[in-house]
């Protein structure tokens, strides 16, 4: 898909594991185009991409940042650390900057929420099916990457396939938007000019620190970005409505046709814990690898304002860190 592509093919991906039940008679669509399954089946447990990043700009502040040598700041053990206020949306005011805010470094998983931005392009695809090959399951398999669990022949709609991207991190899904929206006579041509408008729209976003290498985290050697650069996708992709709509969901219910011509049930459990134990909390997306260790943009609303963060190359601490830079921004 492109500029002029349409739906067609795929490439690699992350970690989950989701449980499907397969039945005979299919569900009625809701309203917004998704299906709702009687009786999930599915899980996953995020492995996800990774690689190495090199260090791109040097660590600090950008011109009129916070003064971080101030001992009124966030906690935290995260260095690869940003927050911003995104006001109505629309705008952007910084707020904090970690040590290493501005170092370029693996991004694992959020790599994904570049992915669906570019699919987002493309509104008006939304409902379009997409069968599932066996070569986006393989992928998985080969890569240890997180999965959705998508069973080969069976029919998602794009909508459907965002929910199995963003919350279990299904890097099978990821591969099939990107198989399907890049132009190319082959699967690595597809991927290779879908990563190509990944980064033409990281560029356009002014993300000076961030390259694509990978639709969904697994890089080749050069996907990285900075924890400014991820807030401030993190921001720009919460205003796309269904973006936002997906990335809110603790788990997500699914329905599809199978190759059987009976009907897939599918459920997807959310990756980000915040959602659950952060009060106001909408998303973002969760990541981790071996070399990029911890990851997480996120988002929380309270009193009409809305907070946006990154924290990059961390480790298990990363929802602790991120409950305490939002409540510090809060209270500023």
């Known amino acids: 898909m492109g500029s002029h592509a349409r739906p ?6 992350g970690a989950r594991i989701a ?6 008679a299919a569900l009625p669509i809701t309203a917004g185009g998704l299906a ?3 009786t999930p089946t599915t899980h996953s447990a995020e492995v996800n991409d990774q690689q190495s990043g090199q260090a791109a700009a040097p660590a600090g502040q950008s011109q009129g940042a916070p003064d971080t040598r101030s ?4 906690n935290t053990k995260a260095d690869h650390a940003f927050l911003l ?3 109505d949306g629309s705008q952007e005011r910084e707020m904090w900057a970690g040590a290493k805010a501005d170092e370029s470094v693996s991004m694992a998983s959020t790599t994904k929420i570049m992915t669906a931005l570019v699919v987002l392009k493309h509104p008006e695809w939304l409902d379009r099916q997409i069968t599932v090959k066996q070569e986006y399951r393989d992928y998985v398999t080969e890569n240890g990457s997180s999965t959705a669990d998508l069973q080969t022949g069976d029919k998602l709609t794009v ?6 991207m963003l919350l279990p991190s299904g890097a099978d899904a990821a591969m099939a938007l990107a198989d399907n929206y890049g132009v190319g006579d082959t699967v690595d041509a597809r991927i290779a000019d879908f990563e190509n408008q990944m ?31 991820l807030a401030k996708l993190g921001q720009r992709a919460m205003l796309q409505p269904v973006f936002a709509d997906v990335v809110k969901n603790k788990q997500y219910k699914a329905d599809a046709p199978a190759a059987n011509g009976k009907t897939r049930y599918y459920t997807w459990e959310n990756t980000n814990t915040l959602l659950s134990t952060y009060d106001g909390a909408l998303g973002i997306k969760t990541g981790s690898g071996t ?9 929380a609303e309270r009193d009409n304002r809305t907070l946006v963060g990154a924290i990059l190359k961390t480790d298990k601490s990363r929802f602790e860190d991120a409950a305490k830079m939002l409540d510090w921004g809060f209270a500023h």
């Open 85 to 87: 206020d995104a006001r």
């Open 199 to 229: 980064n033409t729209e990281a560029q356009q976003l002014g993300l000076t620190g961030t390259h694509f290498d990978s639709f969904d985290g697994i890089s080749h050697g050069d996907n990285r970005s900075t924890a400014r650069d």
């Open 159 to 164: 909508r459907q396939l965002l929910h199995a």
């Open 71 to 74: 001992a009124d700041v966030p």
């Open 8 to 13: 067609n093919r795929i490439h690699r991906t």
């Open 291 to 299: 070399e990029a260790g911890y990851a997480v943009v996120f988002a």
């Open 19 to 24: 449980t499907v039940a397969l039945f005979g």
């Open 36 to 38: 709702q399954a009687a």
